[in-house]
């Protein structure tokens, strides 16, 4: 009986022993798409109504800033730039490229897509670690099975909010990704707005269950705010963003849009109008914020596209205390004859969430641009390594 009870104390210390091991064990296992609840109470700056009329001096002297030119991990694809998009979160960095593909004609006079013998070049996304842009992985293959992209976007989402997200346009299905490129379908799909045949929606998660996004309407683009429900998906248009009598689709009115990270703002600058409003996440509030620019309103819809039109804003990008617009102000034809000679640059206007001008900065190279509140990070067409990157003045 003594024997018996040693034997019982023994087996329980051993497995009192164990449990830790155990327990580490299965968190590993977790699904990485979790995290650790680190959430922080974000306030934004006032919101006054009405319309403004700024002037480039309202953001105090031009900055001109220097590019850092960032080599990425050659451990990561190497690959030429083409529709590419950026996200930065947590300390990584999320790099969006359309896959080099070639065509060949067979004997019969059809066409076969030729892809590369290289898997990551075959993928859309790719993970890097910051701030070394250490390389992680590819992922978010070409195609139209399961899980594929054909065009795909990143998704922004606001601080309360885990996870990264990106949403393929084709199939109108919003995923949810981690840094090791699983993928996770959310359990629903959105649908066209009534009277629209195309659908190019820009999303922002502002929670599990709530959407923001700005998508095509009859004659015009509107702000959209979807609730998932229950099985269902419950959705209303909150604010057109048609203005002008002249302009009756949606090509004149293409543009960025933005949720905050606190979730109590929208932003929406338009590309052919130098126009930006910010408003309220219920779009109560507004702040149309004008320069004195012509705009399209001597242009039909068609010529709104041409390449001698000019391009106002061609980018968005939120931090907590400030949104980032990338503007040109220049048409496609200048731009091409600039970046031609070498001579390439682009403009980024910082402002609060209240609408009010902050910095307004020049960047010595042309490409898109995001900004974590730190650096302005840009991707450059014309370049095999194609990263750049500007310390934002007063940051290390």
């Known amino acids: 009986m003594k024997h018996l009870l040693y034997i019982i104390l023994f087996s329980l210390l051993c497995l009192s022993a164990c449990k830790p091991r155990a327990e580490k064990g299965q968190q590993g296992e977790t699904d990485t798409l979790s995290v650790a609840d680190t959430r922080k109470v974000i306030t934004d700056v006032p919101l006054v109504e009405g319309s403004v009329t700024l002037k480039e001096e309202d953001f105090g002297q031009l900055i001109e800033l220097a590019g850092r030119h960032q080599i990425l991990d050659e451990e990561g694809p190497i690959f030429k730039m083409a529709e590419p998009e950026m996200l930065v979160r947590d300390g990584y960095f999320l790099l969006q490229n359309r896959p080099a593909v070639s065509y060949t004609r067979r004997s019969d006079g059809t066409v076969e897509v030729v892809r590369p013998d290289d898997e990551g070049l075959n993928c859309f996304f790719h993970w890097y670690r910051l701030p070394d842009f250490s390389y992680i992985t590819s992922f978010g293959m070409g195609g139209n099975g ?3 992209f054909n065009f795909p976007h990143l998704v922004p989402s606001c601080a309360s909010v885990d996870g990264t997200y990106l949403y393929e346009t084709t199939a109108m299905q919003l995923y949810e ?11 629903f799909t959105f649908k066209s707005m009534k009277g629209t045949s195309y659908s190019d929606r820009q999303i922002c998660v502002a929670s599990l ?21 229950g099985d269902s998906l419950q959705t209303e248009q909150i604010y057109n963003l048609a203005f002008s009598k002249k302009h009756r689709s949606w090509s004149p009115y293409i543009g960025d849009f933005i949720v905050s990270p606190s979730g109590n703002r929208m932003v929406y600058a338009y590309k052919y109008f130098r126009k930006v409003l910010v408003m309220d996440k219920s779009a109560q509030t507004v702040r149309d914020i004008n320069f004195e620019a012509d705009g399209v309103e001597a242009k039909n819809d068609v010529l709104t596209l041409g390449p001698d039109n000019i391009t106002y804003y061609w980018g968005i ?20 004859r600039e970046n031609g000679k ?4 682009i403009f980024v206007e910082q402002y609060d969430w209240g609408g ?11 490409g898109r641009v995001i900004s974590d509140g730190e650096q302005l990070y840009q991707v450059c067409y014309m370049y ?9 003045p007063g940051k290390k």
Request: charged share 20%; net charge negative.
């Open 209 to 229: 269950d709530t959407f923001y996004y700005v998508d095509n309407i009859p004659r015009g683009k509107a702000i959209i705010r979807t609730v998932y429900q």
């Open 177 to 187: 990704t981690d840094t090791v490129g699983n993928l996770k379908p959310c359990p």
């Open 342 to 345: 070498g001579d390439g640059y």
């Open 384 to 392: 095999d390594d194609p990263l750049f990157l500007y310390t934002l």
């Open 317 to 336: 990008s939120a931090t907590d205390d400030y949104f980032f617009l990338t503007y040109s102000g220049r048409t496609p034809i200048q731009v091409t």
């Open 356 to 366: 009010n001008p902050v910095a307004r900065y020049k960047l010595d190279h042309w």
């Open 146 to 148: 399961p899980n594929e």
